[in-house]
């Protein structure tokens, strides 16, 4: 059965490390005949949650900012699947991504309950080192906590430079996850 599958992009690096990654999950994605969109968030004009709690009164437009986020919520709401990508910044995701996804909790906030739509989840994450466990934490929680599905995580250390992915055995992982959804 053919899925939507929103990548939400939280690189700033338009052709890295992260971006292969994205682009190698995608390509089995695609094979496996989902349809898949992609935000690369370093392009949209997308403002930090402001915690107001006043969202949800118009789920047509969940927030009460009106910025790029208004182009991801029908996406985000039809996804079976949401993947979130990032270079692992500090241990964690990038600022990019956070901020992002905070803004999802207008969605959330539609329901009663604050409760959040169920979807299937996949982390992709690029690094010059291996230190993943923060995120991985972080991740794990999330899925815990939004009743989420974990579909699954591909974590690509030792590359740094752009390019230094080519030919790393985690982007047939990459295409392997996308085409097993």
């Known amino acids: 059965m053919s899925k939507k599958i929103v990548i939400l ?35 949209m004009n997308i403002h930090p949650c402001f915690g107001c709690c006043a969202g949800g009164k118009n789920p047509e437009s969940p927030c009460v900012q009106k910025d790029d986020m208004q182009i991801i919520y029908p996406a985000y709401k039809q996804a079976d ?32 309950g604050y409760k959040n739509p169920e979807k299937d989840c996949t982390l992709l994450m690029a690094a010059e080192g291996n230190g993943f466990e923060e995120t991985a934490y972080w991740y794990d929680n999330l899925m815990k906590h939004l009743g989420w599905t974990d579909r699954g995580k591909v974590l690509c250390g030792d590359v740094f430079g752009i390019g230094d992915i080519a030919g790393n055995p985690k982007l047939q992982e990459a295409y392997e996850l996308g085409k097993s959804l």
Not at 15 to 34: D, M, P, S, V
Not at 95 to 104: E, Y
């Open 9 to 43: 992009n939280g690189s700033p690096r338009a052709k890295g490390n992260t971006a292969a990654l994205i682009q190698a999950f995608a390509e089995g994605a695609e094979a496996a005949g989902h349809e898949v969109t992609r935000f690369d968030l370093q392009k």
């Open 81 to 112: 699947v949401v993947c979130l990508a990032s270079p692992l910044y500090y241990w964690s995701i990038s600022g990019q991504l956070k901020c992002a996804f905070d803004r999802l909790f207008a969605v959330a906030e539609c329901n009663a």
